[in-house]
């Protein structure tokens, strides 16, 4: 396999798709210029959809894993669910299946958490960041604990919405990420 042909594949929602600023500038593509700049190769499939669920990312994951078969998939989806207030089973269920099916098709799996906002409330919320924690460590996958760490209650670095972080806040996303990929891009080279 030559270098140019692996692959690592974000399936995220909005938080990955740069909604709000140019594409060139979201995490995602400056994960992928790091990854140039650093030798590593894998070209980065950008496969997030804002707006998208945990049940709409298992729905697209089977045919991104054919397509594209990735060395590496980063899970980046349960955050609409939250905000929707979906029932966590069927969150934790739809994750636990695209680890499987990213983990059967030969991909190392990173999840990213999320945290919900205290206005969920507090049983939902902790729930909520216990559903991410519980997955990594029962399908012994590495979490990136919350994708927003430093960014999300940081005006400076988010739209003005409140919920997607800005230009400036796209590195900080990156060193979120980038702790818990490198090592599984490392046993790739």
């Known amino acids: 396999m030559n270098a140019s042909d692996r692959t690592v594949l974000v399936l995220g929602d909005s938080l990955s798709a740069a909604y709000g ?12 210029k790091r990854l ?15 707006g998208e ?17 990735p060395e590496v998939v980063v899970i980046e989806l349960g955050a609409n669910d939250g905000l929707r207030g979906l029932p ?6 739809n994750l636990t299946k695209m ?3 990213s983990k059967r098709a030969g991909a190392d799996v990173l999840l990213v958490g999320m945290q919900m906002p205290p206005n969920y409330g507090a049983r939902y ?4 960041a216990a559903l991410f924690r519980d997955l990594a460590a029962r399908n012994r996958i590495p979490l ?3 994708l927003l760490e430093s960014v ?30 490198e090592p599984l891009l490392k046993k790739k080279r």
């Open 88 to 93: 966590l089973a069927v969150t934790r269920e």
């Open 99 to 101: 680890v499987t099916a």
């Open 125 to 128: 919320t902790s729930e909520f």
């Open 152 to 181: 999300a209650l940081n005006d400076a670095r988010m739209q003005a919405d409140g919920l997607h972080p800005n230009v400036s806040g796209q590195p900080i996303l990156l060193e979120n990420v980038w702790p818990h990929l």
């Open 36 to 50: 140039q700049d650093q030798g590593y190769g894998q070209r980065v499939v950008n496969a997030s959809v804002s």
């Open 144 to 146: 990136v604990p919350f």
């Open 53 to 69: 669920t945990s049940s709409g990312g298992l729905q697209r994951l089977p045919r991104a894993l054919q397509l594209h078969k």
């Open 21 to 32: 600023i140019k594409p060139a500038q979201g995490w995602v593509a400056l994960l992928q």
